[in-house]
């Protein structure tokens, strides 16, 4: 489910940075250039984050939070510092 939205999300910035590009009466003129270069920003970080992901290089807090406690309470760390659990 995360990653239809994910997926979703970077199709709308991909859908909104068309609009900006193709309709003149979308915006400020001024400001458009800003736009654009804000929305490239976001499509491009969302979507290293999302090869990341695929790429097992990063671990949601569930999955860090569960395998940090383990460590912790697994026995062969307590008996490395020569206490008995």
């Known amino acids: 489910m995360i990653h239809e939205t994910h997926k979703s999300h970077i ?16 915006g400020d003129p001024e400001v458009r250039p800003a736009a654009l270069d804000w929305l490239n920003g976001e499509i491009a970080a969302l ?19 569960k395998s940090l406690v383990l460590l912790i309470l697994s026995p062969s760390a307590a008996e490395s510092k020569g206490e008995r659990v």
């Not at 199709?11 to 979308?26: P, T």
């Not at 979507?47 to 939070?65: F, H, I, P, Q």
């Open 47 to 65: 979507e290293k984050s999302k090869n990341a992901r695929l790429a097992g290089r990063t671990l949601d807090l569930r999955t860090r939070l």
């Open 11 to 26: 199709n709308a910035l991909h859908n909104f940075r068309h609009r900006i590009e193709n309709d003149m009466n979308v």
